[in-house]
């Protein structure tokens, strides 16, 4: 039976005490789960962002994490700089360590983030994201999916994004295609999103999304085709902010 399902309590406070540095505490408790492939946990986490220069941001961040089960508690270690390279481009990069798991268990990622306006009404947003395990890291160590644990892999991932937003206009569109190679799991993305305004208060709202995946099960390759559609009215007066919906 590979069915399983679980909830948790999350909870994270973060502290500014000056304008280049944040700092950030975090915790995570199970409070209940159901069939043997829920793999999860609790942790205990610090973290902290400092901006050496205006462009250029430090991250930081520690876990300490109980899993369920007779598994042995184990820490996560993530450095990190996130860099602004141009006028609507970012870069980041960052290299995880694994304490407490047996074997080699760290990463890299490295990725590269674009906007680009083409006009007064058309913005084209790209994105390239590439995680690589170091030291021959086993696939089945999970390092970096918390909350939820899952396993890791080496991928890498891209998307083109373009949007719609006219000026003056009460409607607005924007497309994405994402494709995604995996070790383990490959996905391809598409989604469009809308919204018109009646007035300055009631609006359509509505979101299209397919998805097709590919992922190696026991030697087997597993393929699915997901399909959601969602249509929304939003009520949000304009003169006041006691009442949304």
Known sequence: DLASEGGAGQVKLTWTP????SLWSEARNQLWSRGSNFNSGDYLGLGGSY????KVSLEARHLRVTPTGEAEPYSLTNLGVR????????????????????????????GL??????????????????????????????VTALPFARQEENYWS????????????????????????????SNQL??????VSFNA?????????????????GGQTLKGQQLWSLWG??????????VNA
Do not use: C
């Open 18 to 21: 000056a304008t280049r540095l």
């Open 158 to 185: 891209g998307s083109l994004g373009l949007e719609f937003i006219p000026q003056d206009s009460p409607y607005r569109l924007a497309a994405r295609q994402e494709i995604r190679r995996g070790d383990l799991q």
């Open 190 to 195: 598409f989604t469009l999103t809308g919204d």
């Open 51 to 54: 901006k050496v220069t205006p």
């Open 113 to 142: 983030n674009h906007r680009l306006n083409l006009g007064p009404s058309w913005t084209m947003n790209t994105l390239f994201e590439r995680r690589q395990g170091v030291q021959q890291a086993p696939l089945g160590d999970a």
């Open 83 to 110: 860099s602004e390279l141009a006028a609507g481009t970012q870069a980041w990069g960052s290299y995880q360590i694994a304490g407490g798991i047996d074997g080699p268990s760290n990463a890299a990622i490295l």
């Open 201 to 217: 208060s009631l609006a359509l709202l509505s979101r299209q999304e397919f998805i097709q995946t590919e992922r190696e099960l």
């Open 233 to 242: 009215m939003a009520f949000r007066p304009a003169a006041t902010d006691a």
